[in-house]
């Protein structure tokens, strides 16, 4: 993960199970982690940044809540629906915390996105190649 961490575990009441997914969000180590993803993805070491997308609605009869029980006031981790949803925030957290914050440039942004997913896939370079001319994005 890029952006999330186990923090949004430690979350008052049953709050933190919005946060249950798999592989686990990790400790941070006071920024470190995730300024290594960050720097993995600058030195080609990460290639591609995607998303398993696994929403689950919190709330109703298929929501993370069905894991409460009177009998298990504070939740049954065993039962909690697992996943996040990824392709909507994706994009906008990788330009937000990535570009915007200065760990990656546009170009980078572009090469894990499309380049990249399209070289993977057979489909570069009539996809994810741009012959626009180079524009300035602020």
């Known amino acids: 993960y ?22 686990p969000l990790r400790k941070d180590d006071n920024g470190q982690t995730l300024e290594k993803m960050w720097r993995g993805l600058n030195d080609g070491t990460l290639t591609i940044v995607s998303s398993d997308h696994a929403p689950t609605h919190f709330e109703g009869a298929k929501g993370k809540q069905i894991a409460l029980s009177p009998s298990a006031e504070h939740g049954n981790f065993k039962l909690i629906p697992n996943g996040l949803p990824g392709v ?39 996809k994810g190649a741009s012959n626009l001319a180079p524009m300035r994005i602020s």
């Open 88 to 126: 909507e925030t994706r994009l906008p957290l990788l330009l937000s915390q990535g570009v915007l914050q200065n760990r990656i440039s546009i170009e980078k942004f572009v090469e894990v996105t499309a380049t990249n997913p399209a070289k993977l896939y057979g489909l570069y370079p009539k």
């Open 2 to 23: 890029l952006v999330l961490t186990e923090a949004g575990l430690d979350q008052p009441g049953f709050e933190g199970a919005r946060c249950v997914c798999s592989p």
